[in-house]
């Protein structure tokens, strides 16, 4: 029996927010490059620790009661855990989890006198799905919203904290069977719940009231925490960390995603990408296996032009481990794949530089794939991984693009969630979301960095920037809000190529929504698309003028282009002849690799699995940034499968002055005199800094000291480069700084 659902539905509210046009301010690339207290940062649960001083600006402090995956529990109140970081120079911000955590309290009653055990989320099973122990995946109720503001978000803005990040509002797909999803769905819908395993339509209004849920819920405790801190005088800014829409699709997990980025109450987001999200399989060229550098790239892609549009802030995270246990040899491989890809981003320059500090550090882990032996992070990728953070403190923005063919975007929407199923649906398959890499990843890999583009901001015209031939499907997604229809009719009658790939057929095409509903008959949403662009509703495959634009059906699922050996083969000569074509974008090359150039910095990253297996070669005088020797280099191959982060010599401001041009540790205190340089170092202890330091003549002398300036380090060395005029700098560090100064004789 099919249901009315025409009560107003928050998630078509989510659209109409984004579709209405109102944007903020949005940044000149000038007024972005102001130097910010706030362009780096980390998350943790514990006090300040000197094995975790890793001298970012922020200091995200976690939870009321910590980490839930801490194994330590907290003997310091959260005030003190906060004010052990602020003595240590941080700013200081919060962050905690929006479907999970330390709120043992609510659950057994120490908050209202009631147990709330029956608000997890519960699989068909019967089984609650836990983070961790007392600690339920939750269904975000209007009690539980109230307990957050009132037990959580008041505590910590009372504590003078003015930005808050609410985590990974996550509702499973496999959840929504527990006694509490039943009493927000007859709220929602009107009627009684319905078992998702059902139906394609029950599997489809399920998820979307778990996305409105967490909708409302984040929408709720944001709006408290502004209103609460501006009754205090406060300027409280909320972020939401997340993993980006294509993982959370790809893992089974229902989320707001880009709707949020349009409420008043959002002022930013961290993406949470990492190994553990990008090393998830995918099918290309008929295979199906890791592809660590392409996912990433995706994911921080995905993230940044969610955000873009609707002017929001966005914090790149990466972690140099992962959730699962592996050896440090896979950590340091996909942390280097991982940093590369979102390096390749240039309008974006802040950074989570790591999640857990004291899991990185302190943390034991396999010295090797095929050895249970288990040891903490050696020194030579310590010393590496701070070297890589160090550069974030400094990376600058960039009006240069990656390199490639620009003009190709592929449309997402949230609704990618809806359709993806913990049980099979009859007539709907969709293994390892092909229906979305079946549109990307044929280009990806030959080189063309594709832009994604969110369904939800099709109303803002900076989402139209630069797109010359736009990619869809509503096999795999489908349109929320018939209004975003509109604006894409109207950008392909304007000159747009629009290129369409579905059969239409698959069972979520009739689920009860707005293009089957109120006065529409239409059997598919392409169908009322088709319309608006003065096209019959019911294209068969072929090329179509509309307006001044072009449409192309491929009456194809777009998953059969990647899940067959050469399935791609059409799709891709059909895009690149609209491109240069009818598009008139210029020739749409095709190549093996990309590079980037940031300032003084060098990106590249070679594909396998691509148009040639000839490695991308770079002359010049370099220091190699995934090396932590740091040696100079005079050329540096990359070969297929590889990544390269280089410092361009050629390419240093200010070449005459001395400075540090990379280092294990961040500098402090500089002091430049005529015939002297120095500086104090900062980073956490055991560990090792290896720094190369700029300058105009080979030194006579050089003292490292203790921050003091009188302990003399013992152990370090200081080898002189004459042709870069470099110094390789050694030593240990220290979290209370190391002084070191130069003096040489004047020429």
Known sequence: MRTDVRKMLACGLCCSLALSGCQPGRQTTADRNETTKEKTAFQTGQPWKPTIDNRTDVAIVYGVGG???????????????????????????????????????YFTGGWDGKWHLDEGQVT?????????????????????????????????????????????????????????????????????????????????????????????????????AKEYGKSKGMDIRCYVPTHSLVNYAQWQIVSPEASLASLPCVDGYIAQVWTGTSREPNYFDGVRKERVFENAFLEYGCMESMTAPTGRRVYFLTDPIEDWPRDWADYKKNYQATFTAKLLYPDNNYYEVMPWPERIYEGLYRTSADSEERTRIPRFYSTQMQVMINTLNDMPLSDNRVSGSHGISVLMANSLMFQRTPEPVEGYDD?????????????????????????????????????????????????????????????????????????????????????????????????????LMGLNPDLKEGEYAAGKGTVYVFRKDPKDFVMKAGGDREYVETVKRLYEEKAQAGKLQFKNSFYLERGPYSLAAVLDESVSDEPYTLTGRFIDLFD????????????????????????????????????????????????????????????????????????????????????????????????????????????????????????
């Open 628 to 747: 932590p020797e740091l040696p100079i280099l005079d050329k540096k191959t990359v070969n297929p499968g590889e990544q390269a982060f280089l410092l361009d010599m050629g390419r240093i401001a200010s070449p005459d002055k001395p400075q540090v041009l990379c280092g294990a540790a961040r500098v402090y205190e500089e002091e430049v005199k005529d015939h002297s340089y120095s500086f104090v170092a900062k980073s956490p202890a055991h560990t090792t800094n290896v720094m190369r330091v700029l300058l105009p003549e080979k030194p006579q002398s050089v003292r490292v000291t203790g921050a003091d300036g009188k302990v003399l380090v013992s152990g370090y060395s200081n080898v002189w480069d004459e042709a870069s005029k470099t110094c390789l700098l050694k030593f240990e560090n220290s979290p209370e700084g190391v002084r070191v100064a130069y003096e040489w004789q004047a020429r």
């Open 431 to 531: 293994p390892q979301l092909s229906g979305f890499y079946g549109q990307a990843m044929p280009f990806l890999k030959r080189g063309v960095p594709v832009h994604l583009m969110h369904i939800e901001n099709v109303a803002y015209p900076e989402n139209w920037k630069d797109t010359k031939v736009l990619l869809m499907s509503y096999f795999n997604m489908k349109p929320l809000d018939k209004e975003a229809h509109r604006h894409i009719a109207d950008w392909v009658k304007a000159g747009g190529v629009l290129v369409y790939s579905a059969t239409d057929r698959d069972p979520f095409q009739s689920v009860e929504e707005w293009w089957n509903r109120d006065g529409n008959s239409y059997k598919a949403p392409s169908e009322h698309l088709f319309q």
């Open 67 to 105: 980490n839930p995956s801490d194994k330590d529990r907290q003997t310091m109140t959260f005030e003190e855990r906060v004010q052990t970081w602020r003595d240590h120079g941080y700013t200081t911000h919060f962050m905690t989890g929006s479907a999970w955590g330390e709120y043992q309290d």
């Open 124 to 224: 068909r099973q019967g089984d609650t799905i836990w983070h961790g122990h007392m600690v339920p995946y939750i269904v975000p109720s209007e009690n539980f919203i109230r307990y957050m503001q009132e037990r959580h978000l008041k505590r910590v803005i009372d504590a003078g904290i003015d930005a808050i990040y609410l985590e990974e509002p996550e509702f499973w797909a496999r959840g929504g069977y527990s006694e509490a999803f039943k009493r927000e769905w007859k709220a929602f819908y009107g009627t009684d719940w319905r078992p998702q395993h059902e139906s394609a339509e029950n599997t489809y209004l399920s998820n979307k009231l778990k996305y409105h849920l967490y909708y409302r819920a984040l929408n709720e405790m944001f709006t408290y």
